[in-house]
């Protein structure tokens, strides 16, 4: 009998909704999922990293979901949200396909590692991994409000080659639409990219997160890639990530179809209102506030963990 | 430098296939405001396929979720194909690899 079958029972949300409102359909649940999928799907989006970081404990927290079955339909509203995004940015020549399929090479054997390892180790160790990552994201948060990165170094390529970055790559370019002009660039330390992507990938299907957190910051400081470029490189490989885990969670019966569909719906909607606002919002203290709330859900998932909540 | 052939292709396949995923996923998912009576539960691949005949909201929507799995397998053939037609032989054979991996991924699914 799949995994999901024997542990999951929705008792907590009738719990929730009787409690709070006598009486809810259960045909009202997809409204719920939906409403936790665009929700988070609109922070993650205010915020430059996906929703998964949210739907993950969202559908924990208030679902009552095992943490394995959120992180499996996670990561497959994940794929839906980066195919979206990999079609615009493909249309718009910014994906550096080449780039991507080789990083892949190490990043989808980590995808499967993370969900294979996901799959057979306790509920209680992967949510204190997650606390965990999502601490470290409110760290990361906290310093990026502190002081602003200069993403656009210099391109030093001159200074460091390797042999797989000589026989694959020449000097790439991009055609800037803001700049009406083409962009040269070098891929530099390929061999860094290779082994953080293998992690990355890792994470991402342990964790049920997009993995952009990790593939973004790398090929823009290490690899010394444009962060277009970067961003629309990494909404490619997240795709083929996220694919290449999400199967794997769909073999041992921890994606639910039904919990998907309404998260899809959500997050589609949460993801084009989320970057929508995003021009209009000042980034001023957004951080500190966005940090501040990751805070409160790691607090959130630790005492449901320990039963104190 | 990449042609823009490849760049058309890959967002042709890619915009037809995400197009009929999503379509079967919002399909399920109105057929299922009506009829569900359970959010939980997984379903095999024999399921699927007698499910979607009867119009069953989660083969439906689990035929979605198959589709997407599909695109990034799709996508990669046609790179690979791409690559090895421009002699681009190592970057074929990485494609290769990375190709073995997802269907390794998606034979475990379909079991």
Redesign the interface.
Known sequence: MPYGKQVVNLGNIYYFTIKKYELIELAGNFWIVAVIGFVASFFGSLMGIGGGIFIVPSLTLLLNLPIQVAVGCSLTTIVANSCIASYNYIRNELTNIRLSILLCSTVVPGAIAGSLIAAYIPSTALTVVFCAVLLGIAYSMLRRARKKTDETAENDASKQKSSITDRVFKTESYYDKNLRAKVSYKIIKTRTGLISSFFSGLLSSLLGVGGGIINVPVMTLLMRIPIKVAVATSSFMIMITAAAGAMVYYYHGLIFPTVVAALVIGVLAGSFTGSAALQRIQPKNMNIIFAAIVVVITVLMLLRLFNIL | ??K?G??RL??GI??AL?SV??FL??A??IL???R????????SLGEIITGIRSFD??SV??S??GM??I???L??IN?MIYFFKTGDK??SW??L??LV??S???F??L?
């Open positions: 430098m990449i823009p490849l760049y890959t967002a890619l915009l995400m995923a999503f996923i919002l399920g998912f299922g405001i009506s569900m009576s359970n959010l939980t539960g997984t379903i909201p989660v929507i689990a979605g979720i997407l799995f695109i990034p397998i996508l990669l790179a190592l970057l990485i494609t690899v990375v991996f997802l390794l991924s998606a475990l699914a079991s």
